[in-house]
């Protein structure tokens, strides 16, 4: 399930998927971090930047890719 449209959707987003994020500091130069999805922050079913979440090493930025591998 990859695709940029997705990533603003909430109920494409679950635990154990791994994404790319894009941090609060990182916006400006749109570097991505990898990693699991631990916990999904956004409460709404959309969101235009992206769907927020908390990764298991603790990041927390706004899913721009979703990967289409999982653990």
């Excluded at 635990?15 to 400006?28: E, T």
Aim: aromatic share 2%; net charge positive.
């Amino acid at each position: 399930m990859t695709g940029k449209q997705n990533n603003r959707n909430r109920i494409s987003i679950r635990p154990g998927l791994i994404v790319d994020i894009v941090q609060k500091q990182d916006q400006r130069s749109g570097k991505l971090t990898r990693g699991t999805v631990k916990d999904i922050l956004t409460n709404s079913g959309y969101h235009p930047y992206g769907i927020k979440v908390r990764l298991d090493d603790g990041k927390v930025g706004r899913v721009i890719k979703i990967s289409a591998n999982e653990e």
